[in-house]
């Protein structure tokens, strides 16, 4: 039972412009979100998180947008560069305790153009 | 300065055998965490550790244990390797309350 889910295996996008990452999740207990980077033979970066009590959380350029009620999240990265190439992961937990339970998408490949 | 580090980053070896994966932290966190990486790419969380407490341990066979000597290191240490022990292996950790982990750069396992 995959709780979270990135139905998008790869995603191409023009350098300078903008990419757009989806992530849908089923449990309703999960209130918080992340997003990871990962490049080959290395372990997984940590980008941006989002709580479940907002909707839109900003670093750079980087933004992610939380939906709730459409158990839904996405990562739009402005403008995009060379450099973001990678496989983004989205996961979530139910707590924010002393350990956090991270539960993975199945990840995204991102490829920037020129 | 490495964050989280693993060693080895490869280990290739016959089935029966029994191996060991080490991890150290130096961000100073209190929790640390175990993952795995399968052939189709889900990464899994196994098992977590809070300043030597477990805390989370997942469906994992008894083969697999791990060990913190002291909240900076987790190892993993893995009995009777079986061919689907092939996989990816990642630490993590991050501290309390626990928000972002970060992760080592993977330990590679091949059973042969």
């Known amino acids: 039972d995959q709780q979270v889910k990135q139905n998008s295996p790869s995603l191409s996008v023009q350098e300078g412009r903008i990419s757009i990452l989806n992530c849908d999740y089923t449990?309703?207990?999960?209130?918080?979100f992340l997003w990871y980077k990962k490049y080959p033979a290395e372990g997984p970066t940590f980008l941006i998180s989002?709580?479940?009590?907002?909707d839109k959380n900003e670093d750079g350029r980087f933004t992610v947008f939380l939906n709730k009620s459409a158990k839904h999240l996405s990562l739009h990265i402005v403008p995009s560069q060379p450099g973001d190439s990678a496989v983004y992961f989205c996961?979530?937990?139910?707590?924010?305790?002393?350990?956090?339970?991270?539960?993975f998408g199945t990840g995204t490949r991102l490829q920037v153009t020129l | 300065d490495t964050a989280v580090s693993q060693t080895p980053k490869y280990l290739v070896t016959q089935m029966g055998n029994d191996k060991s994966i080490k991890c150290e932290q130096n961000?100073?966190?209190?929790?640390m965490y175990w993952y795995k990486q399968d052939s189709k790419k889900f990464l899994k969380i196994m098992f977590s550790?809070?300043?030597?407490?477990?805390?989370i341990n997942e469906t994992v066979p008894n083969r697999f244990s791990p060990k913190s000597p002291d909240k900076a290191h987790l190892n993993l240490h893995i009995n009777s390797l079986e061919l689907g022990d092939s996989a990816v292996y990642f630490c993590?950790?991050?501290?309390?309350?626990?928000?972002?982990?970060?992760f080592g750069p993977g330990t590679r396992l091949t059973v042969l």
């Open positions: 993590a950790s991050s501290q309390v309350p626990a928000t972002e982990q970060f």
């Open positions: 449990n309703s207990m999960f209130d918080y």
């Open positions: 989002i709580s479940s009590i907002k």
């Open positions: 996961a979530a937990s139910p707590y924010t305790g002393t350990a956090s339970k991270l539960t």
């Open positions: 961000l100073g966190h209190d929790t």
């Open positions: 550790y809070n300043n030597k407490e477990l805390i």
